[in-house]
């Protein structure tokens, strides 16, 4: 008898076992699947990859089609970078915190900005009303980065930024604090998120439409690949996408399908593409469904590098590694006993380790009641270095790898990411489809689906509809000082009244006229921001030249 | 009836309309009529909105920390258009702690994260109908429970001094009635006359005593469709034919503090 005719046998001695069983102890649910609604068979075995051709679908780490990792070592020589999104108030405040995540062991920043820098509007235009601060830390203008980053060496540590319609700015703003320094731009080392076909479909800080939208991001590709050879000039968020509501599926859908398009615009502009597309970085989200997120991240590093060989023809291994930074999800936090926050978080940092996240932000217990206090902040730091000095499952690359329910959802996942691909391509591409408002529709109903879902227990959200507390205890909350507002706008009304009024006017009428014509913008928000141009401004100009984005 | 008018609307910066889009659809599913501003709205224009869609509540969201500021200047926007009978409520991200502080400022209520769109819906129907509820005009009767007419009669009779009116067999609730009036009101003796009466029922459990309440009112019909809309605990939707062509409805001891009421409406004289 035949090694696989057993196997045979034992299946089907299993499955008639498991009909009988069930009939006296019925299953929990009549069909169960993943966040995705792909169908969760009892039980995967060896058959459920009998096609599957290993050098193909998966290979070796650090090889196409990097199913298995982008490095040949992964956390065996390295721990991902542990990265923790922060930013509170003034600058001040947050370059404490951030000296504080160093010296706790943090190994990069990452830098949270307050909704009035992420619009483009100084803390003392009317719309910025209440929200300076609050989010994030207040930059109006250079004076105020300058302190953002003091006794902090930037050829040290590597910053990512959370800006997007006026990234252009603050990695200006970045850079002219380097130089101060005496870092040269080419030794600087982050990203900046810049992703701003996502801010239409879910986030929503966009300043400008589209195309000249576009036209910024592709700007930054073409300065950056000259002068800050190290710098990744996006993020390619899902993260966001999946906060709003969509599934795993959807997320890296909606996510590569924007990706594309930045390629597309880039290439359009006459870029080639193995020069930009090394420095493109990803952001995803990871959620409490363990095997499916797992799967998420390795089906999306595949297809990636399937579009960027097959597709674009790149012809650089880099181009076609799909590097990321993965945080966990906020909006799976819930307020009612904000402590089992931490163990969600756990579940799902490993997700995303197991995944082979490059970057990794664990959010704080109490994020959905505040910003994090430093207790909590310090706990979500902890949580990643528990897992990966005390838990072991750095030491082996990929160790989901093989397995078959594992494999065979990675290759699920791949191909319904493939039919929302397809489907975005017919409607002529992700700005088309965004402008059309089709991911934001598809994004909402999935939403609305898993809120009835909730509200009618087919989901159970602990703390929340099931095991709920009758008095819930209020924790200690960081309240950002109402008095903070009246600071900044001092502040900045003291940086315009002893700056060289003249200089920056030359240098905002200079970025006009570029702005107006092809030339690349960037070199001019440099200058201007030197000259102490504040965000504001400089925004202002550029939403005379290009106008402002509307929402359907 | 006209369908309740909502503005759903995001003052300030804040991006995040997941919670605000779920919400508004899903008082449309409750049958309202919702707008959504859109993000990025002043308290000013948010205000304006409210008056010219004639909206009858306004629904606040905010998750980036400025409710404080924000909620209160919609109140105050809403006063400055001579609006202040539109009611502002609020959710997002909002620690406990501020919603005193919302509530003095004049927001009605706040859901904090984690609330059940229908429980959003309820609050709101339920604002909206006590615009038009209109009081209970007297009480009925008190029914209580006894074990048996003839051995309460003498008490009821010569103790307390009143009138027996008449005494009656409703055979559908498998009772006997005994009426005495009091001013405007009766008290009613109800007795069982077969074990699967539900006054059987109530001695067994509770020992004889106060049973029900009844209370008089002219709007039964509407009011227990309104009580539906609320998802107040009736024990049963509509109006029962009760005694003198009365038409008569119960509500459900836990929604009322562990008291059974009776509405009952009497028939209309023409």
């Known amino acids: 008898m035949g090694k696989s005719s057993e196997t045979q046998q034992g299946k089907h001695k299993w499955e008639s076992d498991m009909e009988k069983a069930v009939q006296r102890f019925p299953e929990r649910k009549k069909q169960f699947h993943t966040s995705s609604e792909i169908d969760i068979n009892a039980l995967y075995t060896p058959e459920e990859l009998k096609t599957q051709a290993y050098e193909e679908k998966l290979g070796y780490p650090g090889q196409y089609p990097y199913t298995r990792g982008i490095q040949p070592t992964m956390y065996r020589s390295r721990y991902w970078t542990m990265r923790q999104y922060a930013g509170f108030g003034s600058a001040d405040e947050t370059n404490k915190r951030f000296r504080y995540l160093l010296d706790q062991g943090q190994t990069g920043l990452s830098v949270a900005f307050d909704l009035p820098t992420q619009i483009g509007y100084d803390s003392d235009d009317p719309m910025a009303e209440g929200e300076v601060g609050k989010v994030g830390v207040a930059i109006d203008s250079l004076k105020d980065m300058e302190v953002l980053f003091d006794q902090i060496p930037l050829n040290e540590v590597s910053t990512s930024m959370t800006i997007n319609a006026p990234a252009s700015i603050l990695l200006a703003m970045y850079i002219a604090v380097g130089e101060k320094q005496r870092v040269k731009p080419e030794e600087l080392t982050g990203t900046i998120q810049n992703d701003i076909l996502k801010e239409y479909i879910a986030r929503g800080t966009y300043i400008y439409p589209p195309k000249p939208s576009m036209r910024l991001i592709t700007d930054i590709f073409a300065y950056c690949q000259e002068n800050l050879p190290k710098f990744n000039t996006i993020s390619i968020s899902g993260y966001h996408i999946r906060e709003a509501g969509s599934t795993a599926v959807q997320e890296v859908a909606f996510t590569i399908a924007n990706g594309m398009a930045y390629v597309d615009a880039a290439i359009e502009a006459g870029l080639k593409v193995d020069q930009f597309a090394p420095r493109l970085a990803f952001f995803f989200n990871a959620h409490n469904q363990f095997f499916e997120e797992a799967a998420k991240f390795r089906a999306a590093r595949r297809i990636w590098a399937k579009i960027m060989k097959e597709h674009y023809k ?26 089992n926050n931490i163990v969600r978080v756990t579940l799902q940092a490993l997700a995303a380790i197991m995944g082979g996240t490059q970057s990794l932000h664990t959010n704080s217990r109490d994020e959905a009641l505040a910003l994090p206090t430093e207790e909590s902040a310090r706990i979500a730091l902890r949580t990643q270095q528990i897992i990966a000095q005390e838990s072991g499952v750095a030491d082996t690359i ?83 000082d109402e008095q903070l507002e009246a600071n900044q706008i001092q502040r900045t009304k003291q940086v315009r009244s ?55 | 009836m006209k369908p309740i008018r909502v503005l759903i609307a995001k003052p300030g910066l804040d991006g995040h309309d997941r919670g605000a889009l779920i919400i508004a659809q899903a008082l449309r599913d409750h049958g309202m009529e919702v707008i959504y501003t859109g993000l990025r709205q002043s308290p000013v224009q948010i205000a304006r909105a409210a008056v010219q869609e004639d909206v009858d509540v306004v629904g606040l969201s905010s998750l980036s920390g400025a409710h404080k500021s924000l909620f209160p200047k919609v109140v105050e926007a809403l006063a400055a258009e001579q609006a202040s009978d539109i009611p502002v409520i609020g959710g997002g991200v909002i620690p406990a702690e501020d919603i005193p502080f919302l509530e003095k400022k004049g927001v009605t209520k706040i859901f904090t994260s984690g609330s059940p769109t229908d429980a959003i819906a309820v609050y709101i129907k339920q604002m909206m109908n006590l615009e038009t509820r209109v009081e209970p005009k007297r009480i009925a009767h008190i029914g209580i429970a006894v074990e048996s007419l003839e051995g309460a009669l003498p008490f009821y009779q010569n103790t307390l001094g009143l009138t027996l009116e008449a005494v009656e067999e409703v055979e559908s609730e498998k009772v006997r009635v005994a009426f005495f009036s009091v001013g405007d009101s009766r008290i009613e003796l109800l ?80």
């Open chain 1, 498 to 552: 002893t700056r060289e009024e003249v200089k920056v006017n030359q240098c905002l009428e200079a970025l006009r006229n570029a702005a107006d014509t092809n030339e690349n913008v960037m070199p001019h928000i440099v200058s201007a921001v030197k000259a102490y141009a504040t965000v504001g401004e400089i925004a202002n100009v550029l939403r005379d030249e290009f106008g402002e984005y509307t929402a359907m």
């Open chain 1, 398 to 480: 990929d160790p989901l790898g093989g397995s078959y329910y594992v494999e065979s959802l990675t290759n699920q996942v791949e191909e319904q990411v493939n039919e929302y691909l397809k489907r975005i391509k017919d409607m002529g591409g992700a700005v088309q489809a965004v402008e059309e408002g089709y991911m934001q529709r598809e994004i909402h109903q999935t939403a609305y689906d898993a809120q009835k879902r909730i509200e009618s227990k087919e989901e159970i959200i602990v703390g929340l509809n099931e095991y709920q507390l009758d008095e819930e205890i209020n924790p200690d909350l960081l309240r950002v």
């Open chain 1, 314 to 339: 790149a012809e650089n291994p880099k181009s076609w590694k799909m590097r990321f930074h993965t945080q966990t999800g906020g909006s799976t936090l819930t307020a009612q006993q904000p402590d």
């Open chain 2, 191 to 270: 007795e069982p006359i077969s074990d699967d009466s539900p006054i059987h029922h109530f001695i067994s459990k509770k020992g004889q005593g106060i049973h029900h309440i009844a209370l008089e009112v002219d709007d039964i019909r509407q009011r227990l469709q309104q009580y539906k809309e609320e998802g107040v605990n009736l024990l049963h939707e509509g109006p029962k034919q009760g005694a003198h062509q009365s038409e008569i409805a119960f509500i459900h001891p836990k929604a009322a503090h562990g008291v059974l009421y009776e509405l009952c409406q009497p028939k209309q004289e023409d």
